[in-house]
């Protein structure tokens, strides 16, 4: 299904605000006059590949994220599926993952990087190494971390693992908002 440009604008714009930047900032970053980074927010001009790879580039995003294509969900060699939930660039992103059960002795291979990372185990048990500490996680659980930590995870068996993660590439964090039953109960 084609997207239509107003929409491809809408993810231009939220990109671009995301990392904070005027539209002078991105012309000068990319090379693209601010009257056409304006004119392909708004749906005035139609977006070509020679427009949009220095953007996906400056915005730090996949070209699919950019222009709304959902990707089709990542099947790796040992099994594991992520499929992407979210289509918007910049800012938060939402992944479900599907781990299968672990064959033979885990090795953690533990790794860091930029980012925030909050996770929610839908079904089975998730083992999660942060650093020193070594976590089962059960349905039901939820961590968050600062990606700087050194982590791994993986099922933790003996059936496969579905756990939904939210991720914010440049350290955003989620926020989560419990009802107080004094006020809603």
């Known amino acids: 299904m084609a997207d239509t440009p107003s929409h491809l604008g809408e993810r231009l714009r939220a990109a671009r605000r995301a990392l904070h930047l005027t539209l002078a900032e991105a012309a000068a970053e990319t090379g693209i006059s601010v009257s056409t980074l ?3 927010e708004n749906g005035g001009r139609r977006a070509t590949l020679e427009l949009l790879l220095p953007l996906a ?6 070209l699919d994220e950019l222009v709304g294509r959902t990707p089709p969900p990542r099947k790796y060699p040992d099994g594991r599926v992520i499929v992407p939930l979210t289509r918007e660039p910049g800012g938060l992103r939402a ?8 064959q033979g002795e885990q090795v ?5 990087h930029e980012g925030w990372e909050w996770m929610y185990v839908l079904s089975g048990r998730l083992r999660a190494v ?8 059960v349905k039901g659980e939820a ?6 930590v050194p982590h791994w995870f993986d099922a933790a068996g003996p059936g496969p ?3 939904l993660t939210l991720f914010g590439p440049q350290g955003e964090r989620v926020h989560v908002r419990a009802r107080s039953r004094g006020k809603w109960g």
């Open 38 to 40: 304006s004119r392909l």
């Open 57 to 62: 580039g400056l915005y730090d995003v996949s």
């Open 95 to 102: 992944y479900k993952m599907l781990l299968p059960p672990p």
């Open 108 to 112: 953690p291979e533990l790794r860091t």
């Open 130 to 137: 942060l650093a020193e500490h070594d976590l089962i996680l």
């Open 143 to 148: 961590m968050e971390f600062d990606t700087h």
């Open 161 to 163: 693992t579905e756990v």
